[in-house]
């Protein structure tokens, strides 16, 4: 599980919208199997912009109908250090987007305590919160059915950053950076968690992230610089023509 390498898609496609609605079908698609498989659908959401869409086209009249909404149980990859209230929270952003809209019950929605002072405090409830959910035993890791990241535009990806020690972490569940360049902490999963997923989708969108992206995907492997190469289980990137346009294999 955790750890190996496992298959990768990528997808391009001409605009936006139609990027939106592929990453909205695998929602919908994965979903319905997990509720089928296993009773619910376990889903870490990102933040940023593009997934900012998404989350709109999914409680918008296309598709809030076509999700088991009181069998969905959404996290988060990564969460900036600051209140619920706060405009750069992802959490904040998700709510505003997608959850206010939808039937998902208060229970299911399980998000990462960054008000705590302490962030590093904050990792930890949230690490025990993914124990208690996914009812782990030590040395376990947990498998969720889809995590949603995106590519910054140093490589970066959930709260994992260039030269952090985070990009290394193989104990932790959830850690707290520190992120120099930001002067600020970050509460994010860690690869392990990252790599267990059942999928991960990258969601990649513009013309200022065509050179990171073709760092990531056909560069020379150095995590330590592209963190987002550090997941390596079943990867799906969904990509527009922007962001594309250095890559060899979409030419």
Known sequence: MAGMSGTIDIRVFDTLPELMQAAAEEVVRGAAQAVRDRGCFAWALSGGSTPRDLYRLLSGP???????????HVFWGDERHVPPEDPDSNFRMAREAMLDAVPLPAANIHRIHAEEPDA??????YETELREFFHL?????????LILLGLGKDAH????????EAVHERERMVVAPWVEA?????IT?????????RLVVFLTAGDDKAEPLRAVLEGARDPS?????????NRLWLVDRAAA?????AA
């Open 182 to 186: 930001q002067n600020t902490f970050r």
């Open 62 to 72: 296309l598709y809030r109908d076509r999700l088991p909404w009181s069998d969905i």
């Open 245 to 249: 346009r250095l890559l060899a294999t």
């Open 120 to 125: 590093e405090v904050a990792a930890k409830a």
């Open 137 to 145: 035993p030590i040395g376990e890791w947990p498998r969720f059915d």
């Open 189 to 197: 999963l860690t690869p392990p968690v990252l790599n267990g997923a």
């Open 157 to 164: 990806t959930a709260s994992l950053f260039p030269s952090g």
């Open 225 to 233: 610089r592209y963190p987002a190469q550090i997941v390596e289980g």
